[in-house]
């Protein structure tokens, strides 16, 4: 089983730009694929972006594609989620996840973090 911790959310500006962390611990970190998803509020939990257990394969949502990078460090545990040219539409709470097993895949998160708060003003 393993633990996630989120951090790096905050208030930022249309425009801006943010890096979330997600550090895990408890379990091989290497052995998940990891996601970064969203929840704004009043709307249902969506995915942003997912990374292979290597990192040698990404996948992201139409919304952020070209403003997001998702990448991982597996020596420190931890996954990132770079955020660029940020605007309002992406407030919401995010959260990191966590999937065991072989497929690399954007459903079927096992562990989950309690997420940070990003929020962007106009």
């Known amino acids: 089983q393993v633990q996630l911790v989120e951090s790096g959310g905050g208030l930022v500006q249309a425009g801006g730009s943010l890096r979330l962390s997600c550090a895990a611990s408890?379990?091989?970190?290497?052995?998940?694929?990891m996601g970064w998803f969203r929840q704004a509020p009043g709307k249902e939990r969506e995915f942003v972006a997912a990374?292979?257990?290597?990192?040698?394969?990404?996948f992201y949502a139409d919304s952020i594609k070209g403003r997001f990078t998702i990448s991982r460090d597996n020596a420190k545990n931890t996954v990132y989620l770079q955020m660029s040219r940020l605007n309002p539409e992406d407030t919401a709470v995010y959260y990191c996840a966590a999937r065991p097993g072989i497929v690399f895949a954007i459903y079927d998160y096992d562990y989950w973090g309690q997420g940070t708060q990003v929020t962007v003003s106009s």
């Open positions: 408890g379990s091989a970190f290497s052995i998940y694929h």
């Open positions: 990374i292979s257990r290597g990192g040698g394969s990404t």
